[in-house]
């Protein structure tokens, strides 16, 4: 019995095959464990002479056991020492990183300079009511600005109960949501996704607006020109002259386009300096029809509103010339006009 398992144990090849032999030998129902139950039938004699040599072999056979599952165990790691090593002097892999799109590089760049004005961000859905991207804003239905706005409908189907929404075509109806939600006065800028159906070299169906606003007891076009000239001088890295133009949109009253002062000279536009003029954004005090729809009394507050194109400025401050080029996502676009993160 003690050279059928001594044997059986050094000849072992793994682990599994130990604990087969372990079970087979002095397991419960092992063989050993078997005799030593046939103890009891014996004489008190033969007991004396089968009991120590029975547990002798046990501990002999267990001692065994324990001394080749350690040898085994020595054995597997000397096998990985030897198939799994690394050659820590091969060149690193390139290791192909992202890059942050001007797009997000420059609303982070407006966030920061109007929050140092005290604007704090506002947002609102991109799916809009349609009566947050019009009527609240003095654009009634038939108004012809509903059909110049190029605005993508939701469809509906008949008997859809639910208000009619559209993709919203610009951000002032965040103008609307938070002087709902906040009252006056208030400081808000408004960065998000607008959408029109157009498309050419400076227009894409989707792109994106920071809209401002500003409202409290005595604010006036020259607050506007103020935060303005101070956001584009911040924003270009040099002072930047503006120029007001009047205008229209039938949410401010009064309304002006607002131009930066650069030089067209060789194809390339340069900011803040020259005689040449190019329009940025739209603006204006809000129409005291905009707040009574917001749940603000025009007869104690007033302010002002613009909207800015954040593509259009990025365009300008990184001399990028086609617009499409921001949403085609070609990696090497990207990697040439992205941002470390
Ligand atoms: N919403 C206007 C647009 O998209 C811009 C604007 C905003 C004009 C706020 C005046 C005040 O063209």
Same mark, same amino acid.
């Given at each position: 019995?003690?050279? %059928?398992?001594?044997? #059986?144990?050094?000849? #072992?090849?793994?682990?599994?095959?130990?604990?087969?032999?372990?079970?087979?030998?002095?397991?419960?129902?092992?063989?050993?464990?078997?005799?030593?139950?046939?103890?009891?039938?014996?004489?008190?004699?033969?007991?004396?002479?089968?009991? @120590?040599?029975?547990? /002798?072999?046990?501990?002999?056979?267990?001692?065994?056991?324990?001394? %080749?599952?350690?040898?085994?165990?020595?054995? /597997?790691?000397?096998?990985?020492?030897?198939?799994?090593?690394?050659?820590?002097?091969?060149? #690193?892999?390139?290791?192909?990183?992202?890059?942050?799109? &001007?797009? =997000?590089?420059?609303?982070?760049?407006?966030?920061?300079?109007?929050?140092?004005?005290? $604007?704090?961000?506002?947002?609102?859905?991109?799916?809009?009511?349609?009566?947050?991207?019009?009527? /609240?804003?003095?654009? @009634?239905?038939?108004? &012809?600005?509903?059909?110049?706005?190029?605005?993508?409908?939701?469809?509906?189907? *008949?008997?859809?109960? !639910?208000?009619?929404?559209?993709?919203?075509?610009?951000?002032?109806?965040?103008?609307?949501?938070?002087?709902?939600?906040?009252?006056?006065?208030?400081?808000?800028?408004? *960065?998000?996704?607008?959408?029109? =159906?157009?498309?050419?070299?400076?227009?894409? &169906?989707? $792109?994106?607006?920071?809209?401002?606003?500003?409202?409290?007891?005595?604010? =006036?076009? #020259?607050?506007?020109?103020?935060?303005?000239?101070?956001?584009?001088?911040?924003?270009?890295?040099?002072?930047?002259?503006? !120029?007001? !133009?009047?205008?229209?949109?039938?949410?401010?009253? &009064?309304?002006?386009?607002?131009?930066?002062?650069?030089?067209?000279?060789?194809?390339?536009?340069?900011?803040?300096?020259?005689?040449?003029?190019?329009?940025?954004?739209?603006?204006?005090?809000?129409? @005291? %029809?905009?707040?009574?729809?917001?749940?603000?009394?025009?007869?104690?507050?007033?302010?002002?509103?613009?909207?800015?194109?954040?593509? !259009?400025?990025?365009?300008?401050?990184?001399?990028? @010339?086609?617009?499409?080029?921001?949403?085609?996502?070609?990696?090497?676009?990207?990697?040439?006009?992205?941002? =470390?993160?």
């Amino acid at each position: 019995l003690k050279a %059928k398992y001594l044997g #059986a144990i050094a000849e #072992a090849a793994d682990e599994s095959a130990l604990e087969a032999l372990r079970v087979q030998a002095v397991g419960k129902k092992g063989e050993i464990s078997l005799k030593m139950r046939e103890l009891g039938k014996m004489t008190p004699e033969e007991r004396q002479v089968a009991g @120590p040599a029975l547990n /002798a072999l046990k501990d002999e056979i267990n001692t065994a056991l324990t001394a %080749k599952k350690a040898a085994l165990a020595d054995a /597997a790691l000397d096998e990985r020492l030897r198939t799994e090593w690394l050659d820590v002097t091969l060149p #690193a892999r390139d290791r192909r990183t992202g890059s942050v799109h &001007p797009v =997000s590089q420059v609303w982070e760049e407006c966030t920061a300079i109007f929050a140092d004005m005290g $604007f704090s961000v506002a947002e609102g859905p991109q799916i809009e009511e349609d009566w947050y991207n019009f009527d /609240a804003l003095n654009i @009634p239905s038939h108004h &012809p600005a509903r059909a110049e706005m190029d605005t993508f409908y939701m469809h509906r189907e *008949p008997g859809d109960e !639910r208000p009619p929404h559209v993709l919203r075509t610009h951000t002032s109806p965040v103008q609307i949501r938070s002087m709902q939600a906040q009252g006056a006065p208030i400081r808000v800028i408004a *960065p998000g996704r607008v959408y029109r =159906s157009d498309y050419d070299q400076t227009h894409t &169906p989707m $792109f994106h607006q920071i809209e401002g606003l500003a409202i409290d007891r005595d604010i =006036s076009m #020259a607050n506007l020109k103020w935060v303005l000239e101070e956001f584009f001088t911040a924003y270009f890295g040099t002072p930047v002259k503006t !120029r007001f !133009r009047a205008s229209h949109f039938p949410f401010t009253e &009064p309304s002006a386009e607002i131009d930066i002062q650069c030089s067209f000279e060789g194809g390339t536009v340069k900011v803040g300096e020259g005689e040449d003029w190019l329009e940025v954004l739209g603006s204006g005090m809000v129409h @005291p %029809k905009v707040l009574s729809a917001a749940g603000v009394d025009p007869a104690e507050w007033q302010g002002f509103a613009f909207g800015m194109g954040i593509d !259009r400025i990025a365009m300008l401050k990184y001399g990028i @010339p086609d617009l499409r080029a921001f949403f085609d996502s070609d990696l090497r676009w990207l990697r040439h006009y992205g941002f =470390s993160a």
